[in-house]
């Protein structure tokens, strides 16, 4: 049997109602293994990687450090405004914060444990609802996604929204009728709304999903009925609260094609899968509930990314990423069934392993960001006490600079007139960025810092000394 007779369905067989497996002790034998799996890959260097660009704004929004304004790179009434967007992620991070170490693992362990509890709570839904080959098969793309497991350990508001959400769409999928199912979607969908906003078009595209799932006659009226309640929340919170709240919001954006940064995050070999899991759910009617729902949400999500005024933050995309963990384990599955023994089943899910791994070494590589606390000390090494310092996120150096070095720290975007005097200037970039000019100056290369990395990302940050500008140049300014 070969990957192509997976794709013909005149030569197979009809297939049954996918398995659900039960509880007992070879669902808790596997989850206790995936849990395990997923704290060792989740953990790996928590304590080790310097601190992200936005983990330090954090701190800051919750009173747990303080930054002087000069360098802090958005308008300070954004830091009022965004812990009054996303009250249930800031009530519950300073409460978590306030019993744990204030060091850079004790501030990543709240998100660290959703992380784990989303692999756990997936895999056991997944597996109740079509068996443990395809938990298994959501369990590998799942927690071998790089964005995942990168903002698995973020001080910020992306594991316990996404452990929200996914709590929020088991109870839609939940075969389980009656009131309790819609107030405890109305509950869950509120939460992780005012967690993090971009899940309002989660909802909505959800609900517009299962309108078209239901007409097709391809997904239960409670699914529905659900998904409406979901999306009804969330616009009006949205149009309430939030619109309010983030109306002339500052961003830094990403100036890549919003589709062509959602691919290279996802990566190639999920959403190959995902694409393959589309096409089947598409063409293959089953008896029981299909995957067409995860399907048009997928379909739905890559035509309203490149459409929408929102700035997109490639972090963002976590809450997108459902779908197509969805699908793609429907494609392994849907392959795996194909093959005569189970142990060919398996090396094709260590295939599918291997394809995903480049990927999630290179971010061991480097935890994927910059290393400024690296680019402190070579500060500490060669700056003087009253010498300026330019830096992308300046907040974040600031947080491994001693109070000297900090008193002359400013934010590179916001400087229009270089300094006069001799400064530095530390520049983060990528492999492909254009270095540095500073008109008329000289520019010294002190230190650049990165991690050879194993795909198209990278993460550089170079550290200059600016030559004092020359009489004649200072003249002119």
Request: glycine share 4%; net charge positive.
């Amino acid at each position: 049997m070969t990957v192509l007779q997976a794709l013909h369905p005149e030569r197979e067989a009809a297939i049954d109602l996918p398995t659900a497996e039960p509880f007992g002790r070879r669902l808790w034998l596997v989850l206790f293994a995936v849990v395990v799996m997923a704290a060792c890959l989740d953990s790996y260097g928590i304590r080790q990687w310097p601190m992200a660009d936005d983990e330090v704004p954090s701190l800051v929004e919750m009173g747990l450090y303080e930054v002087p304004g000069n360098a802090f790179s958005v308008p300070a009434v954004q830091l009022e405004r965004l812990p009054k967007a996303l009250p249930v992620w800031y009530a519950f991070q300073s409460a978590a914060l306030r019993l744990l170490t204030g060091n850079e693992f004790g501030f990543r362990l709240p998100s660290l444990i959703c992380a784990i509890l989303v692999s756990g709570l997936t895999f056991v839904a997944a597996a109740r609802w079509r068996g443990l080959w395809f938990g298994l098969a959501l369990a590998i793309v799942l927690n071998l996604s790089q964005p995942f497991v990168y903002l698995a350990q973020i001080d910020r508001f992306y594991s316990m929204p996404l452990l929200l959400l996914t709590l929020t769409l088991m109870v839609m999928w939940a075969s389980r009728s009656g009131m309790s199912m819609m107030v405890a979607t109305a509950v869950l969908a509120t939460l992780t709304v005012l967690s993090h906003n971009v899940t309002v078009a989660v909802f909505v595209l959800g609900f517009i999903a299962a309108c078209g799932a239901y007409l097709v006659g391809r997904a239960p009226w409670s699914l529905v009925v659900r998904t409406a309640i979901a999306a009804s929340i969330s616009v009006v919170l949205y149009f309430v609260l939030i619109r309010p709240l983030v109306t002339g919001w500052n961003s830094t954006g990403n100036p890549t094609p919003v589709l062509v940064s959602f691919a290279a995050h996802v990566g190639v070999p999920s959403l190959a899968l995902a694409f393959l899991g589309l096409w089947l759910a598409a063409t293959r009617r089953e008896s029981g509930v299909s995957m067409v729902w995860w399907g048009l949400v997928l379909v739905g999500t890559l035509c309203f990314m490149p459409v929408t005024s929102m700035s997109w933050n490639p972090r963002y995309f976590l809450f997108f990423m459902p779908p197509v963990w969805m699908l793609a384990a429907y494609a392994m599955e849907r392959v795996a069934q194909r093959f005569e023994y189970r142990s060919t089943a398996a090396v094709w899910y260590g295939c599918v392993a291997a394809l995903l791994l480049p990927s999630l070494v290179s971010h061991y590589r480097d935890g994927s960001r910059h290393d400024y606390r690296r680019a402190a000390a070579v500060l500490v090494e060669n700056a003087r006490d009253d010498q300026p310092i330019l830096s992308d996120d300046a907040e974040t150096i600031s947080y491994y600079l001693p109070a000297n070095l900090r008193r002359h720290l400013l934010v590179r975007t916001k400087v229009t007139t270089p300094p006069a005097s001799e400064f530095f200037l530390v520049a983060r970039s990528n492999a492909w960025t254009a270095l540095p000019q500073v008109p008329g100056r000289q520019l010294q290369l002190v230190s650049e810092i990165y991690a050879r990395r194993f795909d198209q990302f990278s993460h550089i940050l170079r550290v200059y000394r600016i030559a004092a500008a020359s009489p004649a140049i200072d003249q002119r300014h």
